[in-house]
Structures are given as structure tokens and as C-alpha cells.
């Protein structure tokens, strides 16, 4: 039976699901009977769903335009090769 | 290409390397504030992070043709940006210890002080840009080791592959790292979403 500091270990492998499946089902054992456990595993869950669910910022106008003008010119010089 | 499908990114690249411009600006738009995330959360700074925006599309632009398509486009600006982002990282911390590529040892590596059940969804008890503001906050705080290993993996959802070529670290490294970093951000997070959380930003 593996304990505590064994599951926190394997925790990343167990989310990504990348470990053997007799590693997997002792941790799944381990997770069952463990309320501690449980909630850090229910808890980092939901930590990467918002992460992952978080839409980036739209770029601030001002900042785009000055990046539309550098390519701009980019492109002219690419096509016009002084 | 139909009317009401959008083109894919490799049509688009297709197009632009066969001297498209247009193509190539419709990428721009597709991606540029993913890139100017990513430039964001790695240098921490606003300044740096317009200009690692600015050179990853100037250099994508400018070396198209370099771009074989082994990966998917968007993973190779994400490779541009982040180099130019570390080139930023590193020059702020002249004299500073830059910690990326050596082992960071925490002590207890697996901390888990915060044992407590979030109260709810946060996603229904605070605004997109309240959310955003915090898990930026968040994440600036681990250390440059774990952030971007932890940007790359669950934010840009790049493999432990890609992450570990793009940084120069071993497969365990990578690992190892988004462990502590997951961990690290559970442990921050927790204490704000927790059950009766009272003056939940007072970490900040
Ligand atoms: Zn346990």
C-alpha cells in the first residue's frame, strides 16, 4: 500500500495519466481511503482546470497597432530589398 | 477551403510563404495575445513582454521559410517566444542567480500545508478579470524554475518533450519541476478558494 508521500509523489504521472496500471490502481486505492489525499488530488484538479480555462487578455489596442506597423514595415522591406 | 470553415494554420503559412501577407497577419491576430501570455508570464515584467510579442512575430515572419512543419505552428512561436522571453529573464537578473537550469532543492519539495476543500466553483464566484489578475499573481510568485516549466506544460499544453528540448532540461527535471509547481500553486490557490475563506486576497 503505498502512503501519503508515495500518492503526492506520483501525483503529476497520475494526472497526466502516464503510469502503469497496477501503480495507477494502488494509487486509486490509496486515494479512496485517504480524505487527505483525496482533497489535494481534487484540489490541484481544479487548480489546472482554471489555469487552463483562463482565456488570455486580449491584446491592448495601442500595443497591437505598434505591432502591425513593425511587421509592416518588415513586409515592405522584405518586398523592396534595398 | 470553404466559406464557412476559417482556413487552418497551415493553409495560412502556406499562403504567407508564398508571399501572402495577409495570411500572415490573420496568424498574428489568431495568436498574439497567447504569445504576449506566454511573453507575460515568463519575463513578469510589462515592458519586456511587449517586446518578446514584437520579436516573435518579426522573426516568424522573417524566417518562415524555416518553419518545416515537424510541429504545429503554434508550438513553433511558442519556441521563438520563449527564447527571446529567457533572453529578457536572464538580463534582468544579471548578477541574480537565474535558476533554470540547475536543480532547485525546496527542502520539503512536496509541501502540502493547505488540506481544505474549495468552497465551490471559483469560475462562479469571481469575474473572468478577477480570476486572471490572481492566477497571474499566482504564478509570478513561483520561482523561475517552476514557472516555466508549469507555463509551458499546463498552460500552453506543449508534452514534457517539447518543454524539455525548449528548455534544455531532462525529462525528470521537467517532471520533477511541474510537480512542485502544481503543488505550490494548489497550496496558494487553496488558501484563497478555501471553505470560509475570509479576506480571500489577503495573501496577494
Ligand atoms: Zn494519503
Request: net charge negative; no cysteine.
Given at each position: 500500500m503505498p502512503s501519503c508521500k508515495d500518492f503526492l509523489r506520483e501525483l503529476s504521472d497520475y494526472l497526466d495519466e502516464c503510469l502503469d496500471p497496477s501503480t495507477r490502481q494502488e494509487l486509486d486505492r490509496h486515494v479512496q481511503e485517504c480524505p487527505s489525499c483525496w482533497v489535494v488530488l481534487d484540489t490541484t484538479k481544479r487548480t489546472l482546470k482554471i489555469y487552463k480555462g483562463c482565456e488570455p487578455q486580449a491584446v491592448p489596442t495601442d500595443l497591437e497597432d505598434r505591432l502591425m506597423a513593425a511587421l509592416q514595415k518588415r513586409m515592405a522591406e522584405k518586398k523592396s530589398p534595398s | 477551403m470553404t466559406d464557412t470553415e476559417p482556413p487552418s494554420d497551415e493553409q495560412l503559412v502556406d499562403l504567407a510563404r508564398n508571399g501572402d501577407d495577409g495570411a500572415f497577419s490573420e496568424l498574428v491576430k489568431r495568436y498574439n495575445r497567447r504569445i504576449l501570455r506566454v511573453a507575460r508570464n515568463i519575463t513578469n515584467n510589462a515592458e519586456d513582454s511587449e517586446d518578446v510579442l514584437q520579436e516573435t512575430f518579426l522573426k516568424a515572419y522573417t524566417h518562415l521559410?524555416?518553419?518545416?512543419?515537424?510541429?504545429k505552428f503554434y508550438t513553433w512561436l511558442v519556441r521563438i517566444a520563449m527564447n527571446e522571453a529567457l533572453m529578457k529573464l536572464r538580463k534582468r537578473k544579471t548578477g541574480k542567480v537565474v535558476s533554470l537550469d540547475e536543480e532547485l532543492s525546496t527542502?520539503?519539495?512536496?509541501?502540502?500545508?493547505?488540506?481544505a476543500v474549495w468552497d465551490g466553483n471559483p469560475e462562479d464566484q469571481f469575474s473572468q478579470h478577477e480570476l486572471r489578475e490572481l492566477l497571474d499573481q499566482t504564478v509570478s510568485s513561483l520561482p523561475d524554475g517552476f514557472r516555466t516549466v508549469f507555463i509551458l506544460r499546463d498552460?500552453?499544453?506543449?508534452s514534457t518533450e517539447e518543454t524539455a528540448d525548449m528548455l534544455g532540461l531532462s525529462i525528470p527535471a521537467v517532471k520533477s519541476r511541474l510537480l512542485r509547481a502544481r503543488l505550490q500553486l494548489r497550496e496558494k490557490l487553496t488558501r484563497v478558494f478555501k471553505k470560509k475563506g475570509e479576506n480571500a486576497f489577503a495573501f496577494l
Open positions: - | 521559410d524555416r518553419f518545416e512543419g515537424h510541429s527542502g520539503d519539495d512536496t509541501v502540502t500545508r493547505e488540506i498552460v500552453e499544453e506543449l
